[in-house]
């Protein structure tokens, strides 16, 4: 199973409310991420995480926070965003030391919309 | 700060014919990844390449690496239809303890025609 799942698919929100994409993986892949992309853009890296725990923040804004509440389980909190952050929000996992030859597999993604 | 330039962005090709496109990154990386993504979706991995004189194949696609020219290429043979997509590549950014880092390419987005 190669398979990373991301919920909500799409998501419309206001620039007061609060939200939460989630994405999932059980393929026993150690580092989780979280990135960002706009259209006709390529993916920028947000978050990583590595055995839980956060170790890379590509300095994101503190309306956007990361939680890896374990092994198999990533979720972004979303408060108070702005319409520039409408783009597709992509989960990816791999595992964690490098000479795995193993490429980081990415979800369907959620299509976040800010109103 | 490590920079990936693909060329070309664009490519209309006609169905039956060869291309290539370029993967230049400015520093040192001995790991180099091509994804493909459709309109709409999500990244799908199309190739690994871990090593110098690295080359994969698969159908239609073969990928290359040279670590010493900072290049990795992908052929496209004979194109059909069912390629047309937007094909990124990737450098992986050393991080031992904390996963990959990967830093794309701005993409090429391929169109066949018949």
């Known amino acids: 199973d190669t398979e990373v799942t991301q919920t909500p698919k799409h998501l419309v929100m206001g620039m007061t409310n609060k939200k939460s994409l989630k994405c999932e993986q059980h393929?026993?892949?150690?580092?989780m991420y979280w990135y960002k992309q706009k259209a006709k853009k390529p993916p920028e890296l947000m978050f990583v995480?590595?055995?839980?725990?956060?170790?890379i923040n590509e300095s994101v804004p503190s309306r956007f926070s990361p939680e890896c509440p374990n092994s198999s389980l990533l979720n972004l909190h979303l408060h108070a965003l702005q319409p520039e952050d409408s783009a597709l929000y992509l989960c990816?996992?791999?595992?964690?030391?490098?000479?795995?030859?193993?490429?980081?597999?990415f979800g369907p993604g959620t299509r976040l919309l800010v109103l | 700060e490590l920079k990936v330039e693909q060329n070309p962005l664009f490519l209309s090709m006609q169905e039956g014919k060869n291309y290539t496109i370029y993967c230049n990154y400015s520093?040192?990386?001995?790991?180099l990844y091509w994804y493909r993504q459709d309109p709409g979706k999500s990244l799908e991995s199309l190739f690994v390449?871990?090593?110098?004189?690295a080359v994969k194949q698969e159908g239609r696609l073969m990928a290359s690496l040279d670590t010493k020219a900072r290049l990795s290429t992908l052929h496209i043979t004979a194109a059909v239809h069912d390629l047309s997509a937007t094909y990124f590549c990737?450098?992986?950014?050393?991080?031992?303890?904390?996963?990959?880092?990967?830093?794309f390419g701005e993409g090429t987005q391929l169109t066949v025609n018949p």
């Open positions: 990816a996992s791999s595992q964690v030391v490098r000479f795995f030859q193993e490429t980081q597999y």
């Open positions: 393929m026993g892949h150690r580092a």
């Open positions: 995480y590595s055995y839980e725990k956060l170790s």
């Open positions: 520093t040192t990386s001995d790991r």
């Open positions: 390449l871990l090593s110098n004189g």
């Open positions: 990737a450098v992986d950014v050393e991080e031992e303890t904390s996963g990959s880092r990967l830093t």
